[in-house]
């Protein structure tokens, strides 16, 4: 037996957030948990955009926050070796006449409001940003300059290193198996390493979450999905000056940005592959989705109609029915906070979701309410459904 303060299943990008954040906050006997190893779960596969564009303003407060820290990084983990990997190239997104114009007018109206640095470009200027792109059929273009790229596998590792140099105890190859729980609250976590005590548990268990409910029974509205992603190689470079590039007016809400200083990463921003649990292995890139994928960039992309596919792969979301996800205490179990269903937009709210479940842990308010983050909100039939529809954008 051993005790804790507090105990977070899950190293990801959320949990070793987290972790960082309670010690910072001063958190004394705090052990982390992973089956695995440090970022190695989804966070691994992330394309890593990082933006405050969202049509849900909750999350707009938690990208700008997570900004600021993307954009210190490593001076704020006073960490000389920490790395984001961060690529300030700033994120375009355009719309055509039709459903998704009103929506993005709405949601940079709001960013402009919150006093984000969002610009609305015209069509020549938008060329300029990215001249390997047309937008002959835009009716709207907001580009944001603090915004970009990074790498999620080197932000979990940093936060990691930087929860261990403030006294955190990291423990990968072990998996909780079960929540111990004592008069109705959390004890602590029985693991494949045996019992280990605490108060406060913390699940940053990502696609994994569903496993909450098998140890308590209360209901995780989660299901794992698989996205596809292609890194292009075209005739003309995608550079890392050149912005990240969304496109609202293509079928699958195409993502794209530089890869490897030349390539374009592409995928779709729409819903993906159902699987019927929680699998995180690499699953099939047909011929079919990639000329799917193709031809869409192709549209956007003249002259990558004749590009070459350098590289695929698959990675997995963590979906709740509204896209967003569930953030906070559950109140039918004191002592258990989860952070899970981050749909596909993770990574940019790593730093500030990793702060507010520390806070929310350790009993302090909160930088941003949770309420909107609630489980309860899926009882209470108040979604906090993003205006495009299903997809990351949320
Ligand atoms: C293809 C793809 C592209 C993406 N692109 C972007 C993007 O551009 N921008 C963005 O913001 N977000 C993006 N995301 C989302 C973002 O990467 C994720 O939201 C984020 O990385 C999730 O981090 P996590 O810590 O919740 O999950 P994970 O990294 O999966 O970590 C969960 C960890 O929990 C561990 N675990 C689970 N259960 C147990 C247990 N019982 N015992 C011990 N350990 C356990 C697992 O081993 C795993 O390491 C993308 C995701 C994918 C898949």
Redesign the pocket.
């Known amino acids: 037996m051993s005790q804790h303060d507090v105990i977070v ?8 957030s987290v972790a960082y954040h309670l010690a910072e906050l001063g958190a004394q006997r705090v052990l982390v ?18 933006r405050t564009h969202y049509s849900v303003p909750e999350n707009v407060e938690l990208a700008r926050r997570s900004w600021q820290v993307f954009d210190r990084f490593a001076e704020l983990l006073d960490d000389d070796q920490a790395s984001a990997g961060l690529v300030k190239c700033g994120y375009l997104i355009a719309a055509p006449e039709g459903p998704k114009l009103e929506p993005l007018r709405a949601a940079i109206a709001a960013q402009q409001a919150m006093g984000i640095a969002v610009q609305r470009l015209s069509p020549a200027q938008a060329l300029e940003r990215l001249p390997i792109c047309r937008f002959d059929d835009a009716a709207l273009i907001g580009f944001e300059p603090e915004a970009g ?1 990074a790498d ?1 596998y080197l932000v ?1 590792s940093s936060f990691a290193r930087g929860a261990r140099r403030r006294g955190v105890t990291i423990l990968e190859g ?4 079960s929540l111990l729980l004592s008069e109705g609250r959390v004890a602590g976590v029985m ?1 494949s390493r045996g019992r280990f005590d605490a108060p406060t548990v913390v ?7 569903t ?1 909450i409910e098998r140890w308590t029974g209360i209901a995780t509205p989660v299901r794992a999905e698989r ?1 596809r ?1 292609l890194a292009l190689a075209g005739p003309q470079a995608y550079s890392r000056t050149m912005p990240v590039y969304k496109d609202l007016g293509s079928p699958g809400m195409l ?1 794209c940005r530089s890869y490897g200083g030349t390539q374009m990463l592409v ?1 779709e921003g729409t819903a993906g592959e159902a699987l019927d649990g929680p699998d ?1 292995e690499p699953g099939e890139v047909s011929i079919d989705q990639v000329i799917g994928i193709g031809a869409q960039v192709a549209d956007r992309f003249p002259c990558f109609d004749s590009a070459g596919l350098a590289s695929s ?6 979906v709740t029915p509204d896209w967003n996800p569930v953030l906070g205490h559950l109140p039918e179990l004191p002592g258990l906070v989860v ?2 269903g ?9 730093p500030a979701v990793g702060r507010v479940l520390a806070q929310a842990a350790l009993g302090l308010p909160t930088d941003v309410s949770l309420a909107p983050y609630a489980l309860e909100r899926f009882r209470a039939g108040r979604l906090l459904s993003g205006r495009y529809g299903s997809g ?1 954008v949320s």
């Open positions: 299943i899950g190293a990801g990008v959320i949990g070793c948990l992973d089956r695995g190893q440090v970022g190695a779960g989804t966070s691994s596969q992330s394309s890593g955009i990082l790229f999620a979990a072990v998996e909780a198996q693991s699940s940053a268990q990502n696609i994994w979450a496993e996205h992603v993502y995928s995180n792969w698959t990675g997995v979301y963590d952070g899970y981050f749909s596909g937009h993770g990574f940019k709210l790593s990351a």
